[in-house]
C-alpha cells in the first residue's frame, strides 16, 4: 500500500477524533487535542492529495470519516444502535473500499515506481 494512502486513513481517524471533539469537548487540553486533531487531519489529507486523486482522497477521507464517526458515537457515547445506520454505514464502506480498488495514484498512472 502505498504511503499516501496510509496518511489518508490516519487523517480519517483524525477526523473521527475532531468532530467527536467538537461535541463532546468541556475542557481546555480537549479543545487543544481537537485543535491538534483538526490540524494534523487536514495536514494529512494535504500530503495525500498532492500524490494522489484529489477527488478519490477526498471522497474516502469523508466516507471513513462519517462511518468512523457514526461508530464512535455509537460505541463510546451511547448512541442508540439502528440497523439501518449499520448498513448504510457498510454500504458507504464498500464504496470507499470500491473507489481505492479501481484508482491508481499519480506514480502508477505515469509508470513510475511507488515508494
Not at 467527536?20 to 490540524?39: F, P, R
Request: charged fraction near 10%.
Amino acid at each position: 500500500m502505498n504511503k499516501n494512502w496510509i496518511y489518508v486513513i490516519i487523517a480519517s481517524v483524525m477526523e473521527v477524533a475532531w468532530v467527536s471533539g467538537l461535541k463532546h469537548s468541556s475542557n481546555l487540553v480537549e479543545w487543544i487535542l481537537t485543535i491538534i486533531s483538526i490540524a494534523l487531519s487536514f495536514w494529512l489529507l494535504i500530503i495525500a492529495s498532492s500524490k494522489l486523486p484529489v477527488g478519490t482522497v477526498y471522497a474516502i477521507f469523508t466516507g471513513l470519516g462519517t462511518a468512523g464517526t457514526i461508530t464512535a458515537e455509537m460505541v463510546l457515547y451511547g448512541e442508540p444502535f439502528q440497523l439501518i445506520k449499520v448498513l448504510l454505514i457498510a454500504l458507504l464502506l464498500t464504496g470507499v473500499i470500491g473507489l481505492k480498488m479501481i484508482t491508481k495514484d499519480n506514480q502508477h498512472a505515469e509508470g513510475g515506481k511507488t515508494k
